[in-house]
């Protein structure tokens, strides 16, 4: 059963809306994560994560391509039958709820370390949560258009901080040096980290490309958000080395912390606040796609005609196991460098390649 949506969106929108899915919370984790795993060669491990990322979004376009006007909910069923495809389905709509959990968590715990220690943290995962609702609820057009009149705000403070981060007083590209000191093997297993998170998660969209006016557009679409996320995730992370040197593995948030590094004629000060601005501006549209594929997935397998009663519910439970998912940052660290590159890869690789493997058999016999 078709679920009912009202509106379609543009290629426009659709390439920003991926953009800042893609730089939502991962410009603030990758540089730490990173550099973490492959020391000042971080920067490296994105880039070649990108070509990567780049095979998984045409994996992801074919898909859509092939079974244009269809969600992953509904073509799976096409492809594998009724029950195997609503199993297949209910594993992707999971993976939608876990990620928008752990997002809305990401952001909860930034918040309660950097800014409001003595705030509780469901203070902020409820209000931010609240916002994703409202902007679900309106529908996929609404939130694209919404998305569109935060993208001059989050990439301008992105490229101020870029700019800026040059001047701070102990950036030395010295620090950057040798390359592949930790060694390249190391290096190509710290890749898997940025093609899982954030390129992989990009397979959400294909509850959402149904939606687009133009469909061939797909493929530059992906392709091209990829390459500018992660040129925009590589420098930021090359700029965390320069200035912290070898310090910057040991950073949890490496990027705010270079921020509020940033002093220029003691005018321009206090720019950790960018930072705030960019993870709740991106934050919120991440985990409302999150969202959006969550319970329009879930109105697609029990075939409701309209996903919107199951909005404010959903958001209820999306709240509460943002809570639960850990114990606390450590532990979220742990998950997000050891465990996450391994499980995704279930939903982000696997799943989408058997069902066009799936697929191309049948065509065939």
Not at 17 to 46: C, E, H, Q, R, Y
Not at 197 to 212: N, R
């Amino acid at each position: 059963m078709q679920v009912k949506e009202e509106g379609r969106v543009n290629s426009e929108q659709i390439f920003f809306l991926v953009l800042n899915f893609l730089l939502a919370s991962a410009f603030i984790m990758i540089p730490s994560t990173v550099t973490g795993k492959a020391g000042k060669d971080g920067w490296a491990a994105i880039l070649i994560a990108t070509g990567a990322g780049s095979l998984l979004s045409m994996l992801y376009t074919a898909l859509c391509i092939r079974f244009s006007g269809r969600t992953i909910i509904q073509f799976a069923q096409e492809i594998m039958g009724k029950i195997p495809g609503k199993i297949l389905g209910i594993i992707f709509v999971w993976f939608a709820l876990h990620l928008g959990a752990l997002v809305l968590r990401n952001f909860g715990d930034f918040m309660v370390i950097s800014l409001m220690p003595s705030t509780p943290l469901i203070v902020f995962n409820a209000v931010v949560m609240l916002i994703a609702v409202m902007a679900v609820y309106r529908g996929i057009e609404v939130l694209c258009h919404f998305n569109l009149m935060l993208v001059p705000v989050i990439l301008s403070s992105m490229a101020v901080i870029i700019i800026f981060s040059f001047t701070i007083h102990d950036f030395d590209a010295a620090n950057l040096l040798p390359l592949f000191e930790s060694g390249f093997s190391r290096v190509l297993k710290t890749s898997l980290i940025p093609l899982t998170f954030p390129f992989g998660e990009s397979v959400l969209f294909l509850m959402i490309f149904p939606c687009m006016s133009v469909p061939r557009d797909t493929k530059k679409i992906m392709v091209g958000a990829i390459l500018a996320a992660a040129l925009i995730m590589a420098v930021i992370t090359a700029e965390t080395v320069a200035v912290f040197g070898s310090n910057a593995k040991n950073l949890m948030y490496s990027t705010h912390s270079m921020i509020r590094c940033i002093e220029l004629a003691q005018i321009f000060e206090r720019t950790d606040a960018i930072t705030i601005v960019i993870w709740i501006l991106s934050g919120v549209i991440k985990i409302s796609v999150c969202f959006y594929a969550f319970v329009k997935g879930c109105a697609q397998l029990f075939a409701l005609k309209d996903y919107r009663p199951i909005v404010v519910p959903s958001g209820i439970i999306m709240t509460a196991l943002s809570i639960l998912v850990y114990e606390n940052v450590i532990e979220q660290t742990e998950f997000a460098s050891k465990i996450w590159p391994l499980y995704s890869l279930v939903f982000e690789l696997l799943l989408p390649l058997m069902l066009i493997t799936f697929d191309s058999v049948k065509k065939v016999f």
